[in-house]
């Protein structure tokens, strides 16, 4: 398989916004969970959104009312438009396959229980 392609990351005030995009070639992205994770320096990972199979998409507490994931299965590519910012937000996102979870439990709080592809990441800084 074929690693996802993270890009759109960036440095932004608090308060503004980032689109973050991912293209994983050869994932039917509705044969999968997938999704965005993210990961601080010294942290563990942390789910932000999630898709599955079906089309459901769920969020975290933490990024829930802020972040809007999107799909376009035509071309294998996975969006996160990322509005309001904080300074919390900042680490590096991984957009992610997970094939640890089912399409049934497939939520972005379910992302500690983690078996698949990620990419490379894109870094997103937050400033004050």
């Known amino acids: 398989q074929v690693q996802p392609v993270e890009s759109g990351g960036g440095s932004v005030q608090a308060g503004g916004s980032l689109r973050l995009s991912c293209v994983a070639p050869g994932y039917g992205l509705r044969n999968y969970c997938v999704g965005w994770y993210r990961q601080e320096r010294g942290k563990g990972r942390e789910g932000g959104a999630a898709?599955?199979?079906?089309?459901?998409?769920t969020y975290t507490d933490a990024v829930k009312g802020r972040f809007t994931l999107s799909a376009d299965t035509a071309t294998s590519t996975l969006y996160l438009q990322m509005n309001s910012l904080k300074p919390e937000d900042t680490a590096t996102y991984y957009c992610s396959i997970n094939l640890a979870l089912s399409s049934y439990d497939c939520y972005a709080g379910s992302w500690h229980d983690f078996e698949g592809y990620w990419g490379q990441g894109t870094r997103v800084t937050v400033s004050s």
């Open positions: 898709i599955n199979a079906d089309g459901r998409i």
